[in-house]
T-cell receptor
Framework: DTEVTQTPKHLVMGMTNKKSLKCEQH?????MYWYKQKAKKPPELMFV???????INESVPSRFSPECPNSSLLNLHLHALQPEDSALYLC????????????FGPGTRLTVL | AQKITQTQPGMFVQEKEAVTLDCTYD???????LFWYKQPSSGEMIFLIY??????QNATEGRYSLNFQKARKSANLVISASQLGDSAMYFC?????????????FGDGTTLTVKP
């Protein structure tokens, strides 16, 4: 099973709202990723977790707050977002940061009004 | 630093014909992995094929093959017998070795349209 799940599929929020995106995998992978993708552009790396510890933060604004409560679950907490944060947010995982194939979830399409 | 270049923003192919999507890369890591992903309009990134930098043979997965030319730093994707369902955006990506551990670098993508 190479499935990464993400909820919700779609999210519309106002600039004052607080919401969370959820990502889950049961492949025993210990590296998990958040990417942001704008239309017709490549994914941009936001965060990397390795063994539940934040390994890479690509200078993401603090209105995005990642959390890795356990090895299967990755959250992205959103607060006071801007309309330009509207994008597809993709979660991905791999066995660890030094192994190869990375598996992506279906993404959450976020619209900030 | 790693860099992936895809020079074809858009490509057209007739159904049942083969098509090659170009990808060149640059890295200072001696060990790296190269990937191709397909992204239909639904948004999901679908893993297609992987090539390790030390692999002696070109990777193949069904109708997909990766034409790996290490000296030229190219990793082109060949899709044989194109189908209408192959219409999508295709990304070439690289995973770096120790100096870039954990990061994947993506090219700008190529939009493939398969014509009936």
């Amino acid at each position: 099973d190479t499935e990464v799940t993400q909820t919700p599929k779609h999210l519309v929020m106002g600039m004052t709202n607080k919401k969370s995106l959820k990502c889950e995998q049961h492949m025993g992978h210990r590296a998990m990723y958040w990417y942001k993708q704008k239309a017709k552009k490549p994914p941009e790396l936001m965060f990397v977790y390795s063994y539940e510890k934040l390994s890479i933060n690509e200078s993401v604004p603090s209105r995005f707050s990642p959390e890795c409560p356990n090895s299967s679950l990755l959250n992205l907490h959103l607060h006071a977002l801007q309309p330009e944060d509207s994008a597809l947010y993709l979660c991905a995982s791999r066995e660890n940061i030094n192994t190869d194939t990375q598996y992506f979830g279906p993404g959450t399409r976020l619209t900030v009004l | 630093a790693q860099k992936i270049t895809q020079t074809q923003p858009g490509m057209f192919v007739q159904e049942k014909e083969a098509v090659t999507l170009d990808c060149t890369y640059d890295t200072s890591d001696p060990s790296y992995g190269l990937f191709w992903y397909k992204q239909p309009s639904s948004g999901e990134m679908i893993f297609l094929i992987y090539q390790g930098s030390y692999d002696q043979q070109n990777a193949t997965e069904g109708r997909y093959s990766l034409n790996f030319q290490k000296a030229r730093k190219s990793a082109n994707l060949v899709i044989s017998a194109s189908q209408l369902g192959d219409s999508a955006m295709y990304f070439c990506a690289m995973r770096g070795g120790n100096t870039n551990a954990g990061k994947s670098t993506f090219g700008d993508g190529t939009t493939l349209t398969v014509k009936p």
